[in-house]
């Protein structure tokens, strides 16, 4: 059984940074797509970015490319989300999941495909 565990949230200024950690454990010998969703009060949890294993091709949203970055240690079955340049439309609880790529696909970023996941962590953003 895949278990999915967040780490690193925390109150950040507009203009900030945070960096966010998960780590998963539970994998087998498939390769698993990593990814980070989050969800703001009232919205429908949306994807962030996501990374594969086989390829390590990392995917973003179009609203947070350039400063958002997602790395990934296959050894640790970890993934790192650097975020950079916090704006106002950034708070939200983030997630972690973690699935096979055969089920999320290269693209990896659609929440739906995703199986197992994190239990969140708080990211707001002081005005």
């Known amino acids: 059984q895949v278990h999915v565990v967040e780490s690193g949230g925390g109150l950040a200024q507009p203009g900030g940074s945070l960096r966010l950690s998960c780590a998963a454990s539970?994998?087998?010998?498939?390769?698993?797509?990593m990814g980070w969703f989050r969800q703001a009060p009232g919205k429908e949890r949306e994807g962030v970015s996501c990374i594969t294993q086989s390829d390590r091709s990392p995917y973003y949203a179009n609203s947070v490319k350039g400063r958002f970055t997602i790395s990934r240690d296959n050894a640790k079955n970890t993934v790192y989300l650097q975020m950079n340049g916090l704006q106002p439309e950034d708070p939200g609880v983030y997630y972690c999941a973690a699935d096979r790529e055969g089920k999320t696909g290269y693209l990896c970023i659609d929440p739906a495909d995703y199986a197992n996941w994190g239990q969140g962590v708080q990211v707001p953003v002081s005005s």
């Open positions: 539970g994998f087998d010998h498939d390769y698993y797509s």
